[in-house]
């Protein structure tokens, strides 16, 4: 393309200019002529040409080809230039969007900073009053075991004082209970020998020293379940003796009247001894 139009700027070394210019004057004077030859000679007038100075300098083709040469290389180095300016702008820009962006992402960086820092400051406004309220229930806390262990304390005295106001109420009614107990077994014992005192049938063959122990078994009622010699006097008659002034004096009706465990303390197995002299427990 470009060696084509090279050929049509440079015509055999001259420029376009020139060659135009010499066209052109040849189609008017062509043209002169034809008019000039188709009139009559009394219709002819000469027309005082217009003067057209053409100044034909002849370039050295060599200079030329040297001159375009330069300018090839100055488009050239306008183009580069122009790339370059392109270059440098989308690097600028490059870098005008990497500022950007980085400075986004400092914004970005120091926002989230600032929201972490606010968030720490946050949590420990929460950890001081979280702490703050554990030590007060701890207080609390601590306030109402003293409080709990006082009363307690209080309480223990107040039983303690019950319990020894209790005891001793308690010695005093045992007191005055074993000693209507004792009574009623001194009573009870009393019916008992003189119940079998006055049965008994004393053995022509007893002797003082002698002496027999029976084993009685009764009933809340008083009846006798059974009477057995745990220790012999050593005179068959003597023994039976004692054995009958048992039976003979039972049932012991007015034992029905004692309480059931001064009974069975007392009175559900008896030993009794019988010795000439008297009939002791």
Do not use: C
Request: proline share 4%; glycine share 2%.
């Amino acid at each position: 393309m470009k060696g084509a139009f090279n050929n049509v700027v440079i015509y055999n070394g001259y420029p376009l200019s020139l060659v135009v210019a010499v066209t052109f004057h040849s189609v008017i004077l062509a043209l002169l002529l034809y008019l000039q030859s188709t009139k009559g000679p009394e219709a002819l007038e000469l027309v005082q040409p217009t003067v057209v100075k053409v100044l034909l300098i002849q370039e050295n083709p060599q200079v030329a080809n040297e001159r375009k040469r330069v300018e090839r290389r100055q488009q050239q180095q306008r183009v580069r230039e122009r790339e370059v300016a392109q270059q440098a702008a989308e690097a600028d820009q490059q870098r005008r969007e990497q500022e950007q962006a980085e400075a986004r992402a400092e914004e970005q960086r120091k926002a989230r900073e600032l929201a972490s820092l606010r968030q720490r400051q946050e949590q420990e406004r929460l950890d001081t009053e979280r702490l703050v309220r554990e030590r007060e229930e701890q207080q609390d806390r601590e306030d109402e075991q003293r409080r709990q262990r006082e009363l307690a304390e209080a309480q223990r005295q107040q039983e303690i004082r019950d319990r020894e106001r209790q005891q001793e109420a308690a010695d005093a009614a045992a007191a005055e209970l074993a000693s209507s107990e004792f009574e009623m077994v001194q009573s009870g014992m009393s019916i008992i020998q003189q119940a079998v005192q006055s049965v008994w049938s004393r053995p022509p063959s007893a002797r003082n020293g002698m002496r027999a122990i029976l084993q009685i078994r009764m009933l809340p009622t008083g009846e006798l379940v059974d009477a057995v010699i745990t220790e012999s006097s050593g005179d068959p008659a003597f023994d039976r003796s004692a054995e009958n002034a048992v039976y003979s004096a039972a049932p012991f009706r007015e034992l029905q009247a004692l309480p059931t465990n001064v009974f069975n303390e007392n009175f559900r197995s008896l030993s009794l001894i019988f010795q000439p002299e008297d009939l002791l427990n």
